[in-house]
């Protein structure tokens, strides 16, 4: 839409529909074929303020910033928040840039933590997987609060959880795995067909028809959540419910064996995910070491125990392949998939048992590209639905490393976590996917997935060269 422009005696102001945009600056504008323009030089030492804010076009317009001012409190601001990381390791630098972009991706007024700020950047340029990545999945949540933790952000880690009991609220059987900003739930995809997509790459979409899926993996990491939450000591909020992961948990109780769409979100046919079944054991692992500490009473703790070998029976049994020697995407079939190096990191096995050895094993042979860089998994257009044609996955390549690291390989999760590093741009941020081929960032940008993965795994290198326990094997502590 091109607004309506008007100009002001210190820059312009163009509306559209409910939004305005107010340019200020002592540079001279102009219109030209419906844009507006300018030439200007700054000489050495020189300061030119561009003062650009949006406000509702049925709003009064907000008053001016002193620029000079506003700039000097704002780096004040970020240098304490800065001060407060409690990560002392040889990453530091690199955590700190990946925290300072997981805070900018929250949302204050809720607490939320927005996956990406942008839609529709392509996962291979040409390509149809071009996603809204400006919601809050609820996958994230353990990721993301474990990096809040271990770097001492309480507060940050603390409001994110409240905003999930409240995206979650409401019957177990209806939850999503993405939301708003604000908790919404529906979330309509829609094709913008007049765009061209970024190089080409359309369509460009705004919403995400995957609010609608079926991933039982989220009941995991829900429960997962609560449960770092109080080994941290974050202690539910005065107007939370204590039932809701006891809701949670007698859902899955007979919603695990159902099949669903998977961690990938895939537009094909719903199946046994492999994923999806290890983090319902995840949820009722979680579970029966809550009751076993204290954190929950009057809950049939047997029968939890007795299900969670269950589920760890029927994974081993029908998700692993003889033939290939290692886990496979989902049951029945050969397909290998990244994600299952969560195994490890959750505690599912312990990380050097001879079946994770394998499935490791079968991702680097036939996952990881000649550049170091993890796919995540096998592709197949029956499976996931789509056309071919993506880059390498940065939070598989991180995962990756992170076994490494819990194998005792500590000389080569280190060189996987350089080599990300190396691949940021020059504000150290990271997209979702990079093309070891063209060399080039890729997808939604920045991505919130791949800055709490680098801040994880920086974290599980440490700790394995200290001797300490994995952040995410069975009766680990994640302590601020």
């Excluded at 076009?57 to 970020?78: F, G, M």
């Excluded at 020059?426 to 063209?438: A, F, Q, R, T």
Aim: proline share 5%.
């Amino acid at each position: 839409m091109v607004p309506w422009v008007r100009r002001t005696e210190d820059g312009i102001s163009a509306i559209a529909g409910p939004d305005t945009v107010r340019l200020r600056t002592p540079v001279e504008l102009r219109g030209e074929n419906f844009k507006t323009t300018a030439e200007f030089t700054v000489s050495a030492g020189q300061k030119i303020p561009f003062d650009l804010c949006w406000y509702a076009s049925y709003r009064d317009e907000p008053q001016p910033l002193d620029n000079e001012k506003t700039i000097a409190n704002t780096e004040s601001w970020w240098r304490e928040w800065v001060a407060r990381s409690a990560f002392a390791g040889e990453s530091k630098d690199a955590v700190i840039r990946s925290l300072i972009t997981l805070k900018a991706l929250t949302y204050a007024p809720t607490g939320a933590i927005v996956a990406a700020p942008t839609t529709s950047l392509p996962e291979l340029i040409g390509g149809v997987r071009n996603w809204d990545y400006r919601f809050c999945w609820v996958r994230d949540a353990t990721l993301s609060l474990r990096a809040l933790v271990v770097a001492g952000y309480l507060d940050e880690a603390r409001a994110w959880r409240e905003w999930l009991i409240r995206a979650v609220a409401g019957k177990p059987s209806e939850l999503s795995i993405v939301y708003g900003l604000r908790g919404e739930r529906r979330l309509t995809e829609l094709e913008l067909t007049w765009l061209p997509g970024y190089e080409g790459s359309a369509p460009v979409r705004t919403g995400n028809a995957a609010y609608s899926q079926l991933q039982l993996d989220v009941y995991g990491e829900i429960i997962d959540m609560l449960y770092l939450c109080r080994q941290a000591g974050i202690v539910p909020g005065k107007d939370a419910s204590p039932n809701v992961g006891l809701a949670l948990i007698e859902h899955l109780e007979t919603a695990w064996e159902e099949p669903d769409e998977g961690i990938w979100e895939v537009r094909g046919p719903r199946r046994h995910f492999t994923h999806s079944k290890m983090m319902a054991w995840v949820a009722m692992d979680r579970a029966v070491k809550s009751a076993e500490q204290g954190w929950v009473a009057d809950v049939p703790v047997d029968q939890w125990r007795k299900l969670r070998d269950k589920i760890h029976d029927d994974v081993c049994r029908n998700g692993f392949d003889s033939g290939v020697n290692s886990f496979v995407q989902f049951y029945g079939s050969r397909h290998l998939d990244a994600s299952l190096l969560m195994m490890a990191i959750v505690g599912f096995l312990p990380p050097n048992d001879p079946r994770l050895l394998g499935t490791v094993e079968a991702i680097e042979k036939h996952l990881v590209s000649k550049d170091g860089f993890v796919s995540r998994y096998t592709l197949d257009e029956s499976v996931d639905g789509l056309p071919h044609g993506e880059a390498a996955f940065l939070p598989c390549t991180f995962w990756l490393a992170d076994n490494y690291a819990f194998q005792g390989r500590h000389a080569e999760a280190r060189e996987i976590f350089e080599r990300v590093l190396a691949i940021r741009n020059d504000l150290g941020l990271l997209s979702e996917e990079y093309d070891p081929v063209d060399r080039r960032l890729l997808g939604n940008f920045p991505q919130a997935f791949s800055h709490f993965g680098m801040v994880n795994t920086a974290y599980n290198i440490e700790a394995s060269l200290n001797g300490a326990s994995s952040a995410g094997g069975p009766g680990t502590e994640i302590k601020s």
